[in-house]
């Protein structure tokens, strides 16, 4: 087919305001870049909640501010948020976002299916608490967004689907090269992951820091879609000289698909693709209890 999803992950839970004034951290900043990238095309938003100082939050209700001021801005848009360990390692912690219902309940949930070194810090996922975030996903309705590292993590989300643990109509997962310790860029390796993965799955490419766009062109040319935004690069080019904001980096993006006579997938196509409800109605006023 020719549309790709663009899925913008707008702020992780690493990078500060010192590293890039444009990160998004407010629930308003965070609404307004969501607004910004999906009128550029992105039908996916990867969300990280931060707290009044900036650091890294699994606090529900700040999830349900940032999710009904950004259903509010962005209509259909696929909702994601984190339930990632790296900073918070208490699993009950980590499904707390999962249990927000009606329409601030997200779509999906991102969950890395194994662990991992960074630069300079270990990112645990043992099986059982991958199996129970898994399982209060589907209790909930709320789909996968399933972040792969390397071989054993692709080979993984096989094995969950044989299982029957991945619901949907296909799985989605991203693919994340370039990490100090995991899978390098390079087509050969993105090739064998894909070839790793279920026969029938979504999946999107991008890398960390200068690997980010290298990652998403050789993504594109190999038939996939993108993850792209300040998560995972805060700067346009590879001398670190011109920072970064999501809507650049979007832009970016949306370049090469009109270069390859390609468009984006609408939030629509990309709730049929992957099984996912309708999206949920906006909010009479966010931050409301």
Known sequence: MNRVIINAALTGCVHRKSDCPALPVTPAEIAEDARRVTALGAAMLHLHARDKHGEPTSDKKV??????RVRDACGEA???????????PDISRRVEVLNLDGSDRPDMGSLTVGSLNFKDQASVNSP??????LGAMAERGILPELEVFDTGMANSVSHYQRKGKLPGRIPYVNLLLGSPG?????ARGLLLLTELLPEETAWAVSGIGRFAFPAQRLGLALGGGVRV?????LFMDLEKKIPADNPRLVERVRRLLDAME??????????ADLGLRPAGRKTEKAGEE
């Open 182 to 186: 995991t899978m390098p860029l390079s």
């Open 63 to 68: 999830y349900r501010e940032i999710i009904r």
């Open 78 to 88: 696929v909702i994601v948020v984190t339930t990632s360990g790296r900073k918070q």
């Open 262 to 271: 390609l468009r984006p997938a609408t939030p629509a196509e990309v709730r």
């Open 128 to 133: 059982r608490d991958i199996e129970a975030i």
């Open 229 to 233: 935004g300040l998560e995972d690069s």
